[in-house]
């Protein structure tokens, strides 16, 4: 099973900053990686898949990096409604397995 | 547009079975892998198995396997998955997502989630 790693558990950013979300595979997972955005009270939301390609109607401040067993999820300028749990996941391997989760909060 | 519509909120006691339904809309039913995730209060995701529409071959996560079944009804575009023997700890929302025409994809669209409550 790939366990899926993601720090910091918590950033506490003010808006208009970048935001920098990590996420470790313990296993390559090449660039089978994708990235959902989670409010309270809601369903996730895909924002990122294969690493780097943004979902459908996801804004361009949203970006995806990373091959292998290092990923990395950015935001530009934070907005008020980006801060949530973002979570990352592995499709490569069976099982599915999903990070941890990061919160990014208001500071 | 693609929607997933699951079944309301459920409250049972331990040792009982619980089967979620999860209707889809606004795209081939067949063409998309059905995948089903929970989170626990206060905890992260977790998934637990898929289904091809089309062929109906599931694949559950280990840990699930003797007490998770996941079906589909073509006729009615909906997947079910029922939870048999359930424990306190299987308290969750439970999810339906929509898959790839593989399995080897994101999960693209969510259903809103049906929260099961295990309870004496």
């Known amino acids: 099973e790939r366990v899926m790693t993601q720090s910091p558990a918590t950033l506490s950013l003010s808006p208009g900053e970048r935001a920098t979300l990590s996420c470790r595979a313990s296993?390559?997972?090449?660039?089978?990686l994708a990235w959902y955005q989670q409010k309270p009270g809601q369903a996730p939301r895909l924002l990122i898949y294969g690493a780097s390609t943004r979902a459908t109607g996801i804004p361009a401040r949203f970006s995806g990096s990373g091959s292998g067993t290092e990923f990395t999820l950015s935001i530009s300028g934070l907005q008020s409604e980006d801060f949530a749990v973002y979570y990352c996941q592995q499709y490569d391997n069976w099982p599915l397995t999903f990070g941890g989760g990061t919160k990014v909060e208001i500071k | 547009q693609v929607q997933l519509v699951q079944s309301g909120a459920e409250m049972k006691r331990p040792g009982a079975s619980v089967k979620v339904s999860c209707k889809a809309s606004g795209y081939t039913f067949n063409d998309y892998y059905i995948h089903w995730v929970r989170q626990a209060p206060g905890h992260g995701l977790e998934w637990m198995g898929w289904?091809?529409?089309?062929?109906?071959?599931?694949n559950v996560a280990v840990r699930f396997q003797d007490r998770v079944t996941v079906t589909r009804d073509t006729s009615s575009n909906t997947a079910y998955m029922e939870v048999s023997g359930l424990r306190y700890d299987d308290s969750a929302v439970y999810y339906c997502?929509?898959?790839?025409?593989?399995?080897?994809?994101?999960?693209?669209?969510w259903g809103q989630g049906t929260l099961v409550t295990v309870s004496s």
């Open positions: 997502a929509r898959g790839g025409e593989v399995w080897v994809a994101a999960l693209d669209s």
């Open positions: 289904i091809n529409p089309d062929t109906g071959y599931t």
């Open positions: 296993h390559s997972v090449s660039s089978n």
